[in-house]
């Protein structure tokens, strides 16, 4: 009796294999867009996932490059203002030092008075370089956030006809350890950024 029991489960388990394999087989040959799954030279089918390089993507996408570009000469432009103003406080300190060593206050609460407006000098100077910092990483969190839009959008877009399932970003090797080059569709969302960038500054 046991022995009829197991024949008739292998009987069941190969008939189970078996409609598995013709249920898969037959979606293959159904699909309504095979281009999705299968690539130019290759017979074979393959997942309908990709993935987009996001350094190369950062690297030579040109509205990434101008943003980088209009966040460096803001950040220079800080830089040269605060080192001009670093420079008018140590001479103000330095003269005051001076000042101070050869007794040139008349009366102490001069060279007080002279010291709290030094003071004052290099407080605003901190005040001033603490702000300009935040402006700038605040200005540099809009456009991070208008960049990554566009990237979704323009992913959106060329998906409506890739249909891909699911398309991972990757970065070094964070995301992505190891992945065939067929599913890196970088160039071509970069193209399309490009060509989408270069219409919209028209």
């Known amino acids: 009796m046991k022995n009829i029991s197991y024949v008739v489960n292998g009987v069941l388990a190969v008939a189970i294999i078996i409609l598995f394999i013709l249920h898969f087989s037959s979606k293959g040959n159904n699909q309504t867009d ?67 060593q050869n007794n040139a206050f008349l009366t102490q609460e001069r060279a007080e008075q002279e010291y709290e407006r ?49 398309v991972f970003s990757n970065t070094g090797l964070d995301n992505i350890l190891l992945a065939d080059e067929k599913y890196d569709i970088t160039n071509n969302i970069l193209s399309l950024l490009n060509s989408r960038y270069k219409s919209e500054k028209k």
Do not use: W
């Not at 690297?59 to 570009?69: F, L, R, S």
């Open 118 to 166: 030094i003071q004052k000098l290099a407080l605003d100077l901190e005040q001033t370089a603490s702000r300009l910092d935040n402006e700038l990483a605040m200005e540099q969190m809009k456009y991070n956030g208008q960049l990554a839009d566009s990237v979704r959008i323009c992913i959106k877009e060329y998906n409506k006809t890739t249909n891909y399932h699911i």
């Open 34 to 100: 095979p281009a999705s799954l299968k690539f130019e030279n290759d017979t074979t089918v393959t997942l309908p996932i990709a993935y987009v390089n996001v350094d190369s993507l950062l690297i030579k996408y040109n509205y990434a490059k101008d943003i980088n570009d209009l966040l460096m000469s803001k950040s220079e432009s800080s830089k040269a203002s605060l080192t001009q103003k670093q420079k008018r406080v140590n001479s103000e300190q330095q003269e005051f030092q001076r000042k101070y």
